[in-house]
């Protein structure tokens, strides 16, 4: 039986919010989110994707190697891949692993969104002019993207 996931997913400037849908980051999970991570870096353009990972309960190598080819992916548009929100049994997974290494891993949603929102906005200001702080972080989240 193939499983159907529906991760909720929101756009705020340039930063994607992906709220993952798996208790079980297993190969059935990885597949379809490399499928959904590819098809949103060729979509939208934005300089931060942050993962929310306060779903998922179990993860194996096959998530783990996901999230390294979500890195990559990410690495080659020069975006910015952030988790969140891990259980401290996938935290000793994926430092064991070394993957923290790699990416920021933040406690809690606003954590991440923080310094999202900040790193797009110094790499806005390194590309356009100088923006109001209001003109960057005022907007709400849209309530939803399609991938």
């Not at 529906?6 to 208790?23: A, E, H, R």
């Not at 379809?32 to 939208?44: A, P």
């Not at 890195?71 to 910015?80: E, T």
Request: glycine share 4%; charged share 20%; net charge negative.
């Amino acid at each position: 039986m193939v499983a159907c996931y529906s991760p909720k997913i929101w756009k705020k400037q340039d930063t994607i919010l992906i709220n993952l849908p798996y208790n079980d980051f297993d190969l059935s999970a990885s597949e379809h989110f490399k499928q959904m991570v590819n098809t949103i870096i060729s979509k939208h353009n934005c300089y931060s994707i942050i993962l929310d990972f306060s779903n998922v309960v179990l993860i194996d190598g096959n998530g783990l190697a996901a999230i390294v080819n979500a890195f990559n992916a990410c690495s080659n548009k020069d975006i910015k891949l952030i988790l969140c929100s891990l259980k401290d049994t996938i935290i000793d997974v994926v430092a064991k692993k070394g993957i923290n290494t790699m990416l920021d891993i933040f406690d809690s949603i606003h954590d991440a969104v923080d310094v999202a929102t900040s790193y797009s906005y110094l790499r806005q200001r390194s590309i356009e002019q100088l923006k109001g702080m209001e003109s960057v972080f005022g907007d709400p989240f849209e309530e939803s993207i399609s991938y």
